[in-house]
């Protein structure tokens, strides 16, 4: 049987190594531990600052609060799953059209991928420039704005200003969590505002979002399900939100 201290060394791992962990992932992980056990695991465990408690499950004491991860962190989570989403999001490009690529580990995956084709690409992630940088022949945009070295993307009224003057066919997306109560989240409100204004210049709003996503809520809102027009992930989302998805007309791919 095990020990209160390995169930709580083991907690204590699995919230590093995802960043982020939900109290329902808990109760998965660990279903022989009754709900106020694991409370308790989670109590002791944040006044030992070895997690941070927020709402819904609990955070990596490594994730400074206010940076929304660190990208060098987040790039070694769910390699396989985000390898799986760049590919599905390949199909959705065409020769000539403007898209934006928001920051983050999955949309930088995603720009390793992107074939060398004539066209428009805004983004405000320099992961992602970097990935553009061997491509010749689209025209690649990164906005002016206030540098987060955390996620190695650019954000602010700057950035949000000459966002609002650009048309855009398609803007992926990349989230921090997604909850039934709050929608598509992340933890900076910039970044949340830079979203919303990309989003709002789209034809069609693409989330790419692995399920390791799901039931996690982060501070600033981005937007609700009906909002957006397309899901891509990594095949592991669970019915009942796929069900939401068809009545809300969303496409998962």
């Given at each position: ?62 994730v400074l609060i206010g940076t929304d991860d660190l990208l060098t962190r987040k790039s070694y989570r769910n390699i396989e799953e985000k390898n799986i989403i760049a590919k599905k999001a390949l199909t959705l490009l065409k020769p ?158």
């Open positions: 049987m095990e020990t209160m201290e390995a169930r709580r060394n083991s907690i204590a791992r699995l919230v590093d190594e995802m960043g982020t962990v939900s109290f329902s992932k808990l109760k998965e992980k660990f279903p022989n531990v009754s709900e106020m056990t694991l409370r308790t695991d989670l109590k002791c465990l944040d006044e030992e600052k070895r997690i941070l408690r927020i709402h819904g499950g609990a955070k990596s004491v490594q000539g059209i403007t898209f934006y690529l928001d920051s983050g580990s999955t949309t930088t995956a995603f720009a390793r991928c992107i074939p060398d084709q004539p066209g428009i690409i805004y983004t405000s992630a320099l992961s992602c420039a970097m990935e553009l940088l061997e491509l010749e022949k689209p025209e690649v945009i990164m906005p002016g704005g206030r540098l987060n070295r955390f996620s190695q993307s650019v954000c602010g009224i700057s950035a949000v200003r000459e966002l609002e003057r650009v048309n855009f066919d398609l803007v992926f997306l990349g989230v921090t969590g997604c909850c039934p109560s709050a929608g598509f989240t992340c933890g900076i409100n910039d970044e949340a505002l830079l979203k919303q204004t990309a989003m709002n210049r789209a034809e069609q709003t693409v989330v790419l979002m692995d399920s390791s996503k799901l039931d996690v809520k982060c501070s600033f809102r981005i937007c609700g399900l009906s909002d957006i027009d397309i899901i891509i992930s990594d095949g592991k989302l669970p019915a009942d939100f796929l069900d939401e998805c068809r009545r809300k007309e969303v496409t998962v791919l």
